[in-house]
């Protein structure tokens, strides 16, 4: 007997679509194409320090605003992943290269030539290396210390699963302002979106974090739009919570070619709105809950408005 499909109630839209055809994209999710003479800039000064950038590597679909005001999420490294997330539009397989010891300094020397004053630095994931790249991410740090002083640094890191002991400390004790590792989605659809990764692994990394340096701000986020359904997504948050972490992004999922895991549904705005209310109502000092948020869009803006968060709680604003 064949299995009858119940049509879904909650997202009627889905009801009579195809499993393999795509939702419709709606209004809410598109961009302007990048044109800037800001985005040529930026462009330049990432080539000319033959810099690699997850803003064009992952696609991501705020390039053009952010180049456009000198704002770029840098992704040391290199550009092979070791990792495969059904998600990710990022090169995997063996790096063909080891860590390039001068990266730190171009990336500082180009963080100075673009005057940031808050820069993201993210990595692919390096299995291959013994400490999965944690000496790198402080070795950057630091460089942008000397370089950049007045720089606040966000660092969006691997989950460094595979790394030896005590190499999340060595990226703790390097000091960077935030702390970020994506949870990416929830744990009931992690063997088929990040089958490489451990959800509680994750959590348990932004936990340490917290235990190591309780100063230092965390921060995830997680895609929605993949499959997840409402109360998963809230779980994920008390999960959060319970892991002390202060700031919560959720963004929309794009498919970025046919190969990757498709959309299952745009989530409206409203719906987007509705966790931004939840998540603060569980104590987030700093959430961003937009179809087009990323890690790393607008940083510098909520970095300052989770500083002042913090400051209020603390009853010193």
Not at 32 to 46: F, H, L, N, Q
Request: neutral net charge.
């Amino acid at each position: 007997m064949r299995d009858l499909k119940i049509p879904d109630q909650r997202h009627p839209e889905k009801a009579h679509r195809p499993d393999n055809a795509q939702p419709k994209k709606p209004d809410w999710i598109r961009v302007k194409a990048p044109v800037s003479a800001g985005y040529k800039e930026t462009r330049d000064i990432m080539r000319e320090h033959k810099l690699t950038t997850v803003c064009e590597e992952a696609g991501c679909p705020n390039v053009g605003e952010c180049w456009s005001q000198g704002h770029a999420t840098m992704m040391i490294m290199g550009e092979v992943c070791t990792r495969a997330c059904s998600f990710c539009n990022i090169a995997t397989g063996k790096p063909p290269e080891a860590l390039d010891v001068f990266e730190p300094g171009r990336v500082a020397d180009a963080v100075s030539k673009l005057g940031l004053n808050h820069v993201v630095i993210t990595s692919v994931d390096r299995d291959d290396v013994e400490d999965g790249g944690a000496e790198h991410f402080a070795m950057t740090i630091r460089a942008i210390r000397k370089r950049a002083p007045d720089t606040t640094i966000e660092i969006l890191t691997p989950d460094f699963l595979k790394s030896k002991p005590g190499s999340l400390e060595v990226v703790v004790e390097a000091r960077p302002d935030v702390f970020n590792h994506n949870l990416e989605t929830v744990p009931g659809l992690y063997p088929e979106v990040r089958p490489g990764a451990r959800y509680f692994h994750s959590l348990r990394l932004l936990q340490r974090v917290k235990e190591l340096d309780p100063s230092m701000f965390t921060k995830s986020g997680i895609m929605v739009g993949l499959g997840e359904d409402r109360q998963a997504v809230l779980q994920v948050m008390d999960d959060m919570r319970a892991a002390d972490i202060d700031f919560l992004t959720i963004g929309q999922y794009l498919q970025p070619t046919p190969k990757h895991h498709r959309v299952d549904r745009f989530v409206t705005p409203e719906e987007f709105a509705g966790y931004e209310k939840s998540a603060y109502g569980k104590g987030f000092l700093m959430v961003s809950a937009t179809p087009l948020t990323r890690s790393s869009y607008h940083a510098g803006d909520d970095f300052a408005r989770l500083r002042d968060a913090r400051q209020r709680k603390l009853g010193l604003a």
